[in-house]
């Protein structure tokens, strides 16, 4: 994790060096959200999978960071005052109260188009029928069928309150769609037909969960300074968690049984998909 983010920082350094012209501030802006802080599991999860296919390193890490941009845009917009309002995040100021709203709004639309940008980028990889997938199946797992509907469902739990059904819906394209356009993404990288990427799709849809749980139990438990952004905020929102259906402790053995079931949808794969099992792991044990 720590090499992959080492090399992600590294791309967005080159990709956003700051130019000498009035856009300066919208690249320090895109650097102050893209550069540092994060866990950097998505692109860990596409490095990860496209091992499993001996896809070249350098590929991999230009698609993962593509689905990087993607989640950071995100979370620029999500912390803005017109929905969640956040001052901290990754451990430092957000973006709308660095540079102020406007900076801020244009800041995430230009990571949303870096994305794109890169998925269909050569350097990335030289089939246009994998950068064009590529494309694809990111523009799907971001838009109103991924993490934006699943944005929207968020700020309507703010006003209705949501059963477990809808909540797990809700996290499924909020959190899950991004997570498994990872996956998806080492595969194609690799030129696996949409048939073989049954077992990838499964393990990532628990995986998904799992994270979200953890999240959730981290809102509740953990301590806002190691997080590196607000706690209790759902709670306070009124919002239908995980934890606030389940219960703590039934929240937990839910997630360490989402663990499990992820690394049993590897078990056509060998030691090659140990790093695959690893996240599991990581996901439902990290305090941040």
């Known amino acids: 994790m720590r090499d992959v983010a080492t090399d992600v920082d590294r791309l967005f350094e080159r990709l956003l060096a700051v130019p000498d012209d009035p856009r300066a501030v919208l690249y320090e802006a895109m650097r102050h959200a893209a550069i540092g802080g994060g866990k950097r599991l998505r692109p860990l999860l596409v490095v990860a999978t496209a091992s499993l296919f001996n896809v070249e390193r350098e590929r991999a890490l230009r698609a993962g960071t593509a689905i990087e941009c993607v989640h950071v845009y995100s979370l620029i917009h999500d912390d803005m005052p017109c929905m969640d309002d956040d001052d901290m995040r990754r451990g430092k100021p957000t973006v709308h109260k660095q540079f102020g709203e406007a900076v801020a709004v244009l800041a995430g639309d230009s990571l949303h188009a870096l994305a794109f940008e890169l998925a269909a980028d050569p350097d990335t990889h030289p089939d246009p029928f994998v950068r064009a997938e590529l494309a694809f199946e990111l523009g799907r797992a971001s838009g109103p069928g991924g993490m934006a509907g699943g944005q929207m469902m968020d700020l309507v739990a703010e006003e209705r309150r949501f059963d477990l059904s809808t909540t797990t819906r809700l996290q499924q394209l909020k ?112 305090d941040h």
């Open 175 to 286: 959190t899950g769609a991004l997570i498994g356009v990872c996956v998806e993404a080492g595969a194609i990288l690799g030129h696996v037909p949409a048939a073989g990427r049954k077992p990838l799709r499964a393990y990532a849809r628990d995986l998904g969960l799992a994270f979200q749980i953890a999240d959730d139990l981290l809102d509740v438990e953990g301590d806002a300074s190691v997080v590196g952004k607000a706690t209790g905020k759902d709670a306070g929102a009124g919002k239908a968690t995980f934890v606030s259906l389940l219960g703590v402790e039934r929240a937990r053995a839910q997630a360490a049984a989402l663990v499990d079931q992820a690394s049993a949808h590897l078990a056509s794969f060998g030691a090659e998909a140990d790093l695959l099992r690893a996240i599991a792991a990581y996901v439902v044990s990290r």
